[in-house]
T-cell receptor
Framework: NAGVMQNPRHLVRRRGQEARLRCSPMKGHSHVYWYRQLPEEGLKFMVYLQKENIIDESGMPKERFSAEFPKEGPSILRIQQVVRGDSAAYFC???????????????FGPGTRLLVL | QQQVKQSPQSLIVQKGGISIINCAYENTAFDYFPWYQQFPGKGPALLIAIRPDVSEKKEGRFTISFNKSAKQFSLHIMDSQPGDSATYFCAASNSDYKLSFGAGTTVTVRA
């Protein structure tokens, strides 16, 4: 069973461009979580999605960032008009059911390193 | 603000030695404290986790110690091996999926 897949692994964008990060969850997993890791900091929760639904986007910046998890295909994290402060590692995790203390573990992908020039 | 503070940033230990990583948290509502291990080019993987109703949990060479009154918890890696060389993240959550991570500790085990 392949693990969580993310692509691209590295992405370079110039200020003002758009960045699209893709996440394919593990087979049979319908819950996806996105985290961002800024330099010298820990991973921070951004958004939790199920197929075709955004469940919790409390960690997402209010502007320029959006996420989706369509019925078919990978989950997409989209950053419009990127700025240098968006440079970070973006990790996706998935679980077969709701993750939490009494629930499933989150399985993480290898991350996408975004560099904004 | 950083909800979970982790130290040290990096450490070097000789093969067979003990690696100790410490974490402190502020939110008293946290009730789940996992540790993740990450190898270069890979995503973080759950290593061991503890809940605050116990003060210690051991799995093989890995032990979590938990001090609820001090709001601190630590990971001890006994008999450290070169294969343990990785980045270790502590995390905490409030019974849900929103994990708050520490900044990570890079452990290097010298043969």
């Amino acid at each position: 069973n392949a693990g969580v897949m993310q692509n691209p692994r590295h992405l370079v964008r110039r200020r003002g461009q758009e960045a699209r990060l893709r996440c394919s969850p593990m087979k049979g997993h319908s819950h996806v979580y996105w985290y961002r890791q800024l330099p010298e900091e820990g991973l921070k929760f951004m958004v939790y999605l199920q197929k075709e639904n955004i469940i919790d986007e409390s960690g997402m910046p209010k502007e320029r960032f959006s996420a989706e998890f369509p019925k078919e295909g990978p989950s997409i994290l989209r950053i419009q008009q990127v700025v240098r402060g968006d440079s970070a590692a973006y990790f996706c995790a998935s679980s077969p059911s709701l993750a939490g203390t009494g629930g499933e573990t989150q399985y993480f992908g290898p991350g996408t390193r975004l560099l904004v020039l | 603000q950083q909800q979970v503070k982790q130290s040290p940033q990096s450490l070097i230990v000789q093969k067979g030695g003990i690696s100790i990583i410490n974490c402190a948290y502020e939110n008293t509502a946290f009730d789940y404290f996992p540790w993740y291990q990450q190898f270069p080019g890979k995503g973080p993987a759950l290593l061991i986790a503890i809940r605050p109703d116990v003060s210690e949990k051991k799995e093989g060479r890995f032990t979590i110690s938990f001090n609820k009154s001090a709001k601190q918890f630590s990971l001890h890696i006994m008999d450290s091996q070169p294969g343990d060389s990785a980045t270790y993240f502590c995390a905490a959550s409030n019974s849900d999926y929103k994990l708050s991570f520490g900044a990570g500790t890079t452990v290097t085990v010298r043969a």
